[in-house]
Structure formats: C-alpha cells, structure tokens
C-alpha cells in the first residue's frame, strides 16, 4: 500500500470513528482506577477512545504501530509482531485519543489528535508524512495536513466532507489563548503574555483543549501557548501526540511553532510520553516569543 492510500485510510478510519466516539462519551464521564503513563486520571471515555482507535487503525494495512498518551508502550500490528521484522515502509501512528477530555464534565469541546510518522516511535516531527485533529464541537470537523496542504472537513455520519481547502492562517491575527496556572508562568513568558494582551487588535479565546483553543487560531489567527512553567518546566502537553501533530498542522497552515527556541518539528524525542512547551500561530506572534523567551527558559 502506497503512503498515500495509507494515510487516506487513516483519515477515513479517524473520522469513521468520531461519531462513535462522540455518542460513547455519554455515560463515560466518570474516572476509572488507574493514571496514565503521564500521572494523570484517566476518564472511561479517553480509555473507551483509545481502544476503539488502536483495533480500527492497527486494522489498517501500512500502519505497522500504534501508540497513544493512554497506554504506556507502543502497540505492533499482528502482521508485524507474527514475523518479527518491520514491514519496511510502513507507517506509525501516535494518538491522542481525546485531547482536553477535562471538558467532559461541563460539557465543552474536545476530540482526537492523530500524528502519522514514517519511523518507528517516538520519532521526530520531521518524520511525520500527516497530521490531523477531529473536533467535536456543536459539529463535528476534521482539520488534516498531508503533503504541505491542509483541509477542512465536516465529518457527518463518519463520513468527511471538504469544506475548505488550502486552508493558510489568517494575515491579521485577533486571538490568543494560553495555558497553566498564571502565576506558575515563567517571567519571560509572562512579559510576553502581557504584551500580546496589551494589543488592541487581540482578544482572548481560550477554552481548555488545545485542539480547540487552535482551532479558534487556525480560523481567526492568533497565537495558542500551553508554556513552560516554573513547576513544569517542560510544560503538560507532550511531543510526540500533541506538540508535533498540532506543529505539523500549523506550520502546513503557513504558521510556525516553537518549543521556545526551535520549531517543534526539531525537537529530538528521548520518551514516547515526553513533554515539551508548545506555542503555535502566527508567525510574527512566534518570532516575538521567540525574541521574549528565547534560550532562557
Ligand atoms: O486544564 P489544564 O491543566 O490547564 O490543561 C489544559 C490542557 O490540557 C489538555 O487537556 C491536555 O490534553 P488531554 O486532555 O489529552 O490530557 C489540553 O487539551 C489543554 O490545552
Ligand atoms: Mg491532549
Ligand atoms: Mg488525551
């Protein structure tokens, strides 16, 4: 199977499964026993969207591996393990099964991130080939980045329709939205939040998902940051299932990202589960973080 029928049956795959997905969130919004490989509680619905994901995806013929923020290790496909060797090829795939599933409980946006490498995990964001996030909002919609472009889709009956094509970040940017607890900001970044608030033509969105909180800069451009903080100072979201996939989409969307210091596309991976600060947008937003946090962080 060529790369791209592959990534086409990942796409399809993804949003063939949102619906259910978004019905088997009713009645899964309490926690069950045990934390993720990231310390943190996990909800019947963020386990319930990863099973579904990894049976579907590793389904696919070209999709040799499957990992996800829920599940410590990376899953091989049957076809891979039954030989032991790599397909050669093939491709492997990173999920977050439901990004800010925080919101479940008061009822807010959320939904699926998914990166698609071609190299094993946890691999560079330079090795990725596609990403995409499905957000289940009053609608369902599916944003992806394959081959530099990236689409907008409605996903209606599981089924994904264009809506928008070459979709690029708006010239004249209006939001911003970050993330962590403010007085946990660093002071670099903090000097920097307060200029980007201090600006007439900027107004806040931020909403707890970060899949939604970027879609709000994908569609009226802005900047997105969960950053460093002085508790964390690798920041709460991680590389290979957040950072890189919502990276690869905003940079394919003429937008930049950062770790800080670096797009984070060139951040080297050492763990699966690794965090890394993120900030995405616009790019003169990104160059002015840079120039405010820059190698100090
Ligand atoms: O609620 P907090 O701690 O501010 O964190 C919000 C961030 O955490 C996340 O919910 C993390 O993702 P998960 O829900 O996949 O763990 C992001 O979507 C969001 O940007
Ligand atoms: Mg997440
Ligand atoms: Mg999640």
Redesign the pocket.
Known sequence: MSHASTIGAILDTVAGTAPEIREGLVGRREYVEGENPSG?DQLAADVHADQLLEERLLAIDGVDSYAS?EREAVVESDDEAADGSSGGGELSVAV?P?????NLKPNNAMGTIVAVYDAPLPASGRDLVAAAYVLLGPITTMVAAVDGSVTEYVVDDGERHTAREDVVLPDDPTVYGF??RVPDWTGEFTEYAREVESDASLKLRYG????G?VNQVMTYGGVFA?PALDSAPEG??RLQF?GNPMAYIVESADGKSSDGERSLLDVEPDDLHDRVPVHLGDADLIDRLEAAIGGDE
């Open positions: 943190e923020e977050d439901l990004d800010g599933s925080s993330g962590g707890g998902a970060m899949i909180d969960y709460k979201l957040e």
